[in-house]
């Protein structure tokens, strides 16, 4: 359904060359290349243990890969810490959600915003004019991210305490708050009921029209994946074997092989 | 230890009643004029093991590292402080930051090549960390140190030559002056970008990195600035008792300090000074009980993780209790 | 619950009558003791409290002091730990009642709290306090009656090498304040022997007190071949030591320090290892010839079975002794005058380890030491 | 080398010491993940009961079926002893606050090691005490060189048969297995019927019984006991655990071991009072290299 927007001559956002990542011998990742385009969603789908995590894992520095290079707008970023690679503008989602559960939801977005900002140790002691503005500013993106997640109503409520489609939001909208450039959603549907999962296919439409943004998102719903997809990558045994628009993707006898010929029950 | 500049920190008290800052603030100014000078000494040491607990409180309560060598900080401090002094006759109040430097240094040195270790391999190593600092100073190493005699005769703080600190009373309102600005500063912590990237490494050390914390930076950060207050407690400690020795750093020191913070609610201003009231005063009250006090004192801690497992005053976010790490191991090693 | 009140309301008037009760019946003299009664050092100052109690029971039993005033103890446990001991020493200046304190058994605890005792004027005397450097700070207030660390090592030095024909000396300490200022005294007194070239200090170290195994620096010090061997620890090290030496062939006499060597060592270190083994003290409780010994160590024998197995403890009951000598010879309880009187007037009072008199420092007037030897019954005795 | 060979024995005694008290600590770790501080009081309860037995309690029967009789006995009733007072610890202090976490039952942990070991301070007195003297012959072997004394023989081996009875039930038998089981996943383990609270009384009957004989054999090797002197051992076998890695029993006895030798090479070769500095240094450097210590499981987290 969806119109394949991609234009080659559209800016590449992200770009893997030959990432290769080694567990005790087992091969997680094995030469995968990758482009992630501007504006675009692009869906990275396989089976349970092809890699794609750990692609992510790469992607957003917690792994180093054995080989290759992860080049962001330009900039080569392999091996450096997670932190750095937030600032660059990559933010993340986990697959089994991680947020900071005994602080409130307005907190764990304002964590987000860690990285925007700049007071230092002598400043937050004495609560400085400059501070302070900053700190207006932190709580002032945290309301409005919060606000688009629709969940102000539970800004002051511990994130472990609200509902768990409402964490998966919440996960989204503090990822949002480190302000980047490019959104890497892992399983964003995963545990959500229709409802919800129809919810956050039109939430991620919306985003993309309305910000500068380009998402890589991991994804086994395949309603979600042939819905808001521009570009589906797919990948197996560590390995890149299909790519292309959804339609073409969802016919391709490999990838239907991928998924039928051995591990028909996930997804 | 006024309460002169809370007009902009007013609206941090969100969570605790207002009247309680301001009620336990007057008792502090009221109570010497009222007490003798024991118990106005066991008010200062309350408030050296409050200015300890907040210190640890730091480490352990905002970013939930184990530090089981706190007392290693401690005593650097206090003994950075009787050496100067003794040496070159520095003033006490003069050593007051550079002890706190000194012990800072030495957390960043020593916990620099540590930092990447997790939950019971990092308690071990600060546990190693703390012996190791207190051997040091039995070993008196380049004669420094006094061996297991210590290093005595520091002087007391002189705040002009006429205005000397030298009786109970004012050692008790140095201490307690320290101890509130240092609470009005860790609560301008709390309440920043600081307090909150150490909370979330507590939270999620993964995910901490993943929200553009640099997690290994503010490890560190805690460590020093935990290391640091320590070590202004070092310095009163040490021109309050006029000479240091190794046999007050040592490891159970540390457990203490462990325990104000555990007692009263990790990440709880409140309640680390309720904590640091329990370890110092209950000895003080059962000494009637001579040889059974410590017996005594062994299973109330017990009872109190039973009746209050998150402690007497756990710290509270958006008026629900907070119970961090309480609930299981979450991230921890494998 | 309505009596509850006037149980309340009668509890109380009493608690505040008793004092006015008691003063009807001649208001006690309170000594205070200040020593580890719990911490690692708690056996000592248990030994204390009891040898203290005894000694104001002998006085009451005599009629008390000041025509008639009997005399109390109060005990306050410092744990052997200085911010402990600063604690006990304030609470004991702060009783009004109080008129001096005994206090303490460590030398790390005795300064800051001798300090408190000096700034509120309240006379304290050490009784197992030998740091040198505690009277050299001309104290007003500060009082021993045990001896210095220098006066043992003097002892040392003119006797020992004499008696062994030895010129190999081995010196080892264990780091504590008290063993470590033992050790370095007696290696000045040793000093001029040494520059005269009649004795070589061929081994000086340290061990770690607290463990169990020493065999490595016994190595060392069999390899250094000494003539006598001078342990300035305490007895809980010095058994395993003489042990341990002689299971690796280490034959050379041992001399311990007063600390050393006790009933317990022998018992520790069995009759087999421990006889023969010699220590520089001053005299121990059971060889005390003085008549006040002899009556205190039978009326200590007679309440706790046994008499003291360290000689301490009846340093502290000679506190008490000469406290309450002092209180009843000025007729006063001021800390001024009882000052000046000890330091002044006392001189040759009989007390349980002998003549009590201070120097104007503060210090005990000539302590006396023995060479003692562990016999072939085990018993320490004075060495012919 | 004569010297180097008389130390590693030497060595080896105390890591022995080390090692069984270690394992006490690695194996309620490995369940509960808490630091058992008070399992060094364990010990030293265990060596007041030997001492007690050996002087008072079986006096009459040692001297009738000779010392060996009067070892065994102190050595069993000190484990049974130590057996029972763990379980009573583990109900009173650990039970009620293990579901709140593993923070207050740290402190839980220190506040049953400062009663146990005021308890021992109230019951047996604050003084040193001493085991009889001459209890096992005074014998020396002589190999070569070095000589090794009867006592240490008996030492090296009661160690190593405790040691290997004890990997042998914890790896061969169900009830080890449903141990280890518990030990790697509690909720898994209990979804499969392993009945937790027997798992638990397992570990808090052996752990400390391992102890106590530890420290009745303190108490024979070196002759003298103090009441305080189970803080020092404790902290010199935790330190073995998380050497070795912790939680992994293997890990924890030669944890202990390795700490006993460098103990004693440290103390030979660079001094006796840095000796355990030279330890913890050591502890340092191998966790710098290896943060989950000597034999731990490299774990990758999953993310």
């Known amino acids: 359904m969806a119109m394949p927007r991609r234009l080659a001559d559209n800016d590449v956002v992200l770009k893997t060359t030959g990432i290769t990542k080694i567990f005790g011998g087992l091969r997680a990742v094995s030469d995968f290349d990758l482009s992630v385009h501007k504006g675009e969603i692009l869906s990275l789908i396989g089976p349970n243990g092809a890699g794609k995590t750990t692609v992510f894992n790469v992607v957003t520095g917690i792994y180093s890969p054995e080989h290759g290079d992860v080049v962001f707008l330009g900039k080569k970023i392999t091996g450096r810490k997670p932190h750095s690679i937030v600032s660059s503008g990559i933010a993340r989602t986990f697959q089994n959600i991680r947020l900071f559960p005994d602080m409130t939801c307005l907190e764990n977005i304002m964590a987000g915003q860690h990285c925007r900002a700049r007071s230092g140790i002598f400043s937050s002691v004495f609560r400085t004019p400059a501070m302070r503005r900053e700190e207006e500013r932190i709580r002032t993106v945290a309301e409005q991210r919060i606000a688009q997640v629709e969940l102000a109503p539970f800004a002051h409520e511990l994130a472990k305490n609200i509902a768990y489609g409402s964490q998966r939001m919440l996960e989204i909208a503090r990822a949002l708050a480190t302000e980047p450039r490019l959104l890497v959603l892992d399983e964003p549907s995963s545990g959500l009921n229709p409802k919800e999962t129809q919810d956050l296919m039109s939430f991620l439409k919306r985003l993309i029209a309305s910000e500068d943004l380009t998402i890589l998102l991991i994804e086994h719903d395949m309603n979600v994946v042939m819905g808001i997809s521009d570009w589906v990558v797919v990948m197996d045994e560590g390995k890149k074997i299909a790519e292309g628009i959804p339609d073409a993707i969802y016919n391709n006898p490999d990838v239907i092989e991928a998924y039928l010929g051995r591990d028909e029950g996930e997804a | 230890m006024g309460n002169g500049k809370s007009a902009g920190l007013s609206k941090l008290f969100t969570t605790t009643p207002w009247y309680v800052p301001v009620l336990f603030s007057a008792l502090v100014v009221i109570y010497p004029f009222f007490a003798t000078d024991y118990f106005i000494d066991i008010a200062f040491f309350f408030g050296i093991y409050a200015l300890l607990g907040l210190s640890l409180n730091i480490v352990l309560g905002e970013v939930g590292l184990f530090d089981l060598g706190h007392a290693g900080f401690y005593a650097i401090g206090a003994y950075v402080t009787a050496i100067l002094n003794t040496r070159y006759q520095i003033p006490i109040l003069a050593l007051l930051p550079v002890s706190a430097l000194a012990a800072g240094l030495f957390a960043y040195l020593v916990c620099s090549p540590i930092i990447h270790l997790k939950g019971d391999y990092l308690c071990i190593v600060t546990i190693g960390m703390g012996e190791i600092v207190r051997l040091a100073l039995i070993n008196n190493p380049f004669d420094l140190t006094g061996g297991p005699n210590g290093v005595f005769g520091v002087d007391f703080p002189k705040l002009s030559p006429n205005l000397v600190i030298d009786s109970s009373i004012e050692y008790y309102f140095l201490v307690w002056a320290v101890v509130g600005l240092s609470i009005l500063g860790l609560i301008s912590l709390q309440h920043s970008r600081i307090g909150r990237a150490w909370n979330c490494i507590r939270e999620d050390t993964v995910a901490a990195g993943a929200t553009g914390i640099n997690v290994r930076h503010y490890k560190l950060l805690a460590f020093v600035l935990g290391a640091g207050l320590a070590g202004v407690a070092g310095n009163i400690y040490a021109s309050k008792l006029m000479c240091v020795s190794p046999e007050s750093f040592t490891f159970w020191e540390s457990c203490l300090m462990f325990c104000i913070v555990l007692i009263g609610g990790m990440g709880s201003i409140p309640g680390v000074l309720i904590g640091a009231a329990f370890i110092s005063l209950f000895p003080e009250i059962f000494r009637p009980f001579a040889m059974y006090r410590m017996l005594v004192f062994g299973s109330v801690m017990i009872v109190m993780m039973m009746v209050r497992p998150g402690g007497f005053w756990p710290r509270k976010r958006g008026g629900v209790a907070f119970r961090s790490l309480l609930e299981d191991t979450g991230n921890g090693n494998a | 619950m309505k009596y509850m009140k006037y149980v309340l309301m009668a509890s109380v008037l009493l608690f505040m009558a008793a004092p006015a009760l008691m003063a009807a019946d001649k208001e006690p003299v309170v000594i205070g003791l200040q020593g580890p009664i719990t911490g690692a050092w708690a056996y000592e100052g248990q030994m204390a409290k009891q040898s203290c109690e005894i000694a104001a029971d002998l006085i009451n039993k005599k009629g008390g002091i000041l025509g008639g005033r009997k005399v109390v103890i109060k005990v306050e446990d410092d744990a052997g730990e200085p911010k402990t001991g600063a604690l006990a020493a304030q609470k004991l200046v702060g009783q009004k009642d109080v008129v001096a304190s005994v206090s303490t058994y460590g030398s790390s605890v005795c300064e800051p709290a001798s300090n408190i005792y000096e700034k509120f004027k309240k006379v304290n005397i050490g009784y197992g306090v030998t740091a040198v450097r505690l009277t050299e700070r001309d104290f007003k207030y500060f009082f021993r009656t045990c001896g210095r660390d220098d006066s043992q090592g003097k002892f040392f030095a003119n006797a020992v090498p004499k008696k062994f024909k030895a010129k190999r000396i081995a010196i080892m300490h264990d780091n504590t304040a008290f063993g470590k200022g033992l050790a370095e005294d007696t290696r000045k007194a040793l000093d001029a022997l040494v520059k005269a070239k009649k004795v070589e200090l061929v081994y000086f170290d340290a061990i770690t007190p607290g463990e169990k195994d020493y065999k490595v620096p016994l190595t060392n010090l069999r390899e250094s071949r000494p003539d006598v061997w001078y342990y300035t620890g305490y007895y809980a090290e010095a058994a395993l030591l003489v042990t341990q030496a002689r299971d690796i062939g280490i034959k050379c006499p041992f001399v311990g320090g007063n600390a050393a060597i006790n009933d317990e060592f022998v018992k520790i270190a069995g009759i087999k290892v421990a006889k023969g083994c010699y220590m520089t003290n001053e005299p121990l409780p059971g060889d005390l010839p003085y008549k006040e010994a002899k009556e205190f160590l039978a009326a200590y024998k007679a309440r706790f079975g046994d008499i003291p197995s360290s000689p301490w403890p009846i340093y502290a009951a000679d506190a008490v002794n000469i406290i309450a000598y002092a209180v009843d010879k000025t007729r006063s309880t001021d800390s001024d005058k009882l000052a000046s009187f000890l330091r002044d007037k006392v001189n040759g009072v009989p007390g349980i380890t002998g003549p009590i008199g201070f120097t104007a420092q503060g210090d005990r007037e000539g302590v006396p030491f023995y060479l003692y030897v562990v016999n072939d019954a085990g018993k320490i005795v004075i060495s012919k | ?303």
């Open chain 4, 1 to 303: 080398m004569q010297l180097l060979l008389e130390q590693l024995i030497n060595g080896l005694t105390i890591g022995s010491f080390y090692a069984l008290i270690a394992l006490g600590y690695s194996m309620v770790y490995g369940v509960l993940k808490l630091i058992n501080f008070a399992h060094g009081d364990f010990f030293t309860m265990g060596s007041y009961i030997g001492y007690t037995m050996l002087v008072f309690g079986i006096a009459a029967a040692t001297a009738q079926f000779g010392p060996w009789t009067g070892m065994m006995v102190a050595l069993v009733v000190s484990a049974l002893g130590i057996a029972l007072v763990g379980i009573l610890v583990e109900r009173s202090a650990y039970r009620p606050v293990y579901r709140a976490g593993r923070l207050p039952a740290v402190v839980s942990a220190l506040g049953a090691s400062i009663f146990l070991q005021n308890t021992i301070m109230v019951i047996w007195g604050p003084r040193y005490q001493a085991y009889p003297a001459e209890l096992i012959p005074a014998m020396r072997f002589q190999f070569g060189q070095i000589s090794i004394t009867l006592l240490q023989v008996i030492i090296l081996a009661l160690s190593f048969i405790l040691m290997a009875a004890l990997y042998t039930i914890v790896q061969k038998t169900a009830f080890g297995s449903a141990v280890r089981a518990t030990a790697h996943d509690r909720n898994t383990a209990a979804l499969m019927g392993i009945n937790f609270n027997r798992v638990i009384l397992f570990i808090f009957t052996l752990g400390p019984a391992l102890g106590a004989m530890a420290g009745v054999m303190v108490g024979m090797y070196y002759r003298q006991i103090s009441f305080t002197m189970g803080w020092n051992y404790g902290l010199k076998a935790f330190t073995a655990t998380i050497l070795g890695g912790i939680g992994n029993l293997p890990g924890a006895m030669f944890g202990g071991l390795i700490l006993g030798v460098l103990e004693m090479l440290g103390a030979a070769y660079i001094s006796a009072a840095w000796k355990d500095v030279f330890v913890f240094l050591i502890l340092i450097l191998v966790l710098i290299f290896r943060p989950t210590g000597l034999f731990g499981e490299k774990t990758a987290e999953k993310v």
